[in-house]
Nanobody
């Protein structure tokens, strides 16, 4: 079994910062790309940040310059540093990872359980 466990969500005032973490555990052979998505009430899920196994990153314009994704390959963990938060950033944030399990030749996509981020004054 493979699990992604997120932490770090919460409530913050506009302009504040939060750092999300997501650790992958279980029978893991390798972890490829890792990413963060979010889903706000009444909206579709959207990609927030992506990082490849080599460390290349990608962001949509809505968070570019404010959010930073990083990873610790030794810990199979991905982070999302969110600065200058806005009320529009309020959403449930999900981590995502493409993982090859031990003794498997197949790479599958796994999701975390989600963590709430609320930006409000």
């Amino acid at each position: 079994q493979v699990q992604l466990v997120e932490s770090g969500g919460g409530s913050v005032q506009p302009g504040g910062s939060l750092r999300l973490s997501c650790a992958a555990s279980g029978s893991i052979f390798s972890v490829n790309a890792m990413a963060w998505f979010r889903r706000a009430p009444g909206k579709e899920r959207e990609l927030v940040a992506l990082i490849t196994s080599g460390g290349h990153t990608n962001y949509p314009d809505s968070v570019k310059g404010r959010f930073t994704i990083s990873r610790d390959n030794a810990k199979n963990t991905v982070y999302l540093q969110m600065n200058s938060l806005k009320p529009d950033d309020t959403a449930v944030y999900y981590c995502n990872a493409k993982i090859r399990r031990t003794f498997s030749i197949t790479e599958l996509t796994y999701w975390g359980q989600g963590t709430q981020v609320t930006v409000s004054s």
